[in-house]
């Protein structure tokens, strides 16, 4: 049986506290084994003496949670480890991005704009998603008025029949640590796009030309287009 897996994060406040909401869906052929990237990648923290924790990209970055006890050299290193892991994962990703207060204005509209563009583009790669006999969704089931939209947009563009939902916590699925670091890079495009960068991602990132050199150009090459 041919299956896909599709891992699903988002980033940002439905509740419009912040200038942005991203939904990252990243997919896996289950016929492309990844154990070996894994494991790869957690040989790489051991050597290195990083820590081995779940990946997540705005803690790392802003030194809490898991990271608040870690300087910023050993954050910068436990980012860089993270992103040669997954630029080297066979794997694909589209990443939808709504800017408040200019297409969406209210939690409403941003409802049916992420139902309407992934239902959109779903639709657009039926050629693609007919490939394979089953689609297994794993999500969180983070903010509900997303939870719901995305179920919409899915069961709109992918039969019940085909498609599974499961759980998937990130402490659970490498995968779906990759979707948060794919939400973190495409919010911190769009943020120095909009010249929005904060001193944070300054510090980590540097110029717009060095993070688009060093962390955007490379893995947007796995965009599914």
């Not at 041919?2 to 991203?22: K, N, W």
């Not at 030194?63 to 910023?72: A, M, P, S």
């Not at 640590?177 to 495409?186: F, N, P, R, S, W």
Request: net charge positive.
């Amino acid at each position: 049986m041919r299956e896909l897996s599709i891992f699903i994060d988002e980033s940002g406040d439905a509740a419009f506290r912040s200038d942005f909401y991203l939904v990252t869906l990243v997919f896996h052929r289950q016929d492309e084994p990844i154990q070996p990237n894994i494991a790869q990648y957690e040989c790489t923290l051991t050597k290195e003496l990083l820590d081995t924790i779940p990946f997540h990209f705005n803690p790392l970055l802003n030194g809490q949670d898991d990271y608040k006890w870690k300087d910023i050299r050993s954050r910068k290193r436990q980012l860089h480890a993270f992103r040669i892991f997954a630029e080297h994962l066979p794997i694909a990703y589209a990443a939808f991005v709504f800017e408040k207060r200019s297409r969406v204005t209210n939690t409403a509209q941003l409802t049916r704009a992420i139902e309407a563009d992934v239902k959109s583009f779903l639709q657009s790669k039926q050629s693609y998603l007919q490939d394979f006999d089953q689609v297994k969704i794993y999500y969180d089931d983070g903010q509900s008025i997303v939870t719901k939209a995305l179920h919409l947009a899915i069961e709109g563009a992918i039969s019940n029949q085909a498609a599974a939902y499961k759980d998937a916590s990130p402490k659970l699925y490498r995968l779906a640590q990759v979707a948060d670091y794919l939400c973190g890079i495409e919010l911190t495009a769009a943020k120095y796009e909009r010249h929005l960068e904060t001193r944070t991602d300054v510090e980590f990132f540097g110029s717009i030309r060095n993070f688009k050199k060093n962390y955007l150009k490379k893995i947007r090459r796995k965009r599914l287009n």
